[in-house]
């Protein structure tokens, strides 16, 4: 197998992890999150604050300032 097939075949099974993810993440209940530093996107070096799903890891939104100071008093 060439090196073009080998990294096609691994991008394929990238995109059927990532539908699986994010069935699973549509599929929870989010019933209980957590305010974290995270990268959102891959290329992104520097970390953003997100409310966070503690059972699944989705993104749920943005945390207001009373919860940003409490994150980083911890």
């Not at 097939?5 to 539908?19: G, S, V």
């Not at 699944?56 to 945390?63: A, D, E, H, N, Q």
Request: glycine content about 2%; aromatic content about 8%; some cysteine.
């Amino acid at each position: 197998m060439g090196i073009y097939q080998k990294i096609n075949a691994l991008f394929i099974k990238k995109q059927k992890i990532e539908q699986e993810i994010a069935s699973l993440q549509d599929s929870c209940k989010h019933s209980k999150k957590s305010v974290k530093a995270i990268r959102e996107r891959l290329a992104s070096s520097s970390p953003v604050i997100r409310y966070v799903c503690d059972e699944c890891s989705k993104i749920l939104g943005y945390p207001n300032q009373q919860d940003c100071d409490k994150f980083f008093k911890e």
